[in-house]
């Protein structure tokens, strides 16, 4: 009777760690990476035109003020 209880809990565990599907593979580039990436630096490009478009108008408000600190 122990043999039949440590097999059928043998069997079990084996069938549960053979069901288990493995890790996925990374994912493949696909026909809109080109255009994923252009999107990307063009959200740089914003960003980086809107920092210079901070500075600028700070340093007319600053101007206007009469401040001569940069």
Do not use: Y
Not at 3 to 25: D, H, N, Q
Not at 38 to 48: K, N
């Amino acid at each position: 009777m122990g043999w039949v209880r440590f097999l059928t809990m043998s069997l079990s565990v084996l069938f549960i760690a053979g069901c288990t599907s493995p890790e996925p593979p990374p994912a493949k580039k696909t026909v809109f990476d080109p255009l994923i990436q252009s999107e990307q630096r063009a959200r740089d490009v914003q960003i980086t035109v809107d920092q210079n478009a901070d500075s600028t108008r700070k340093a007319v408000d600053n101007q206007e003020r009469g401040d001569t600190s940069p």
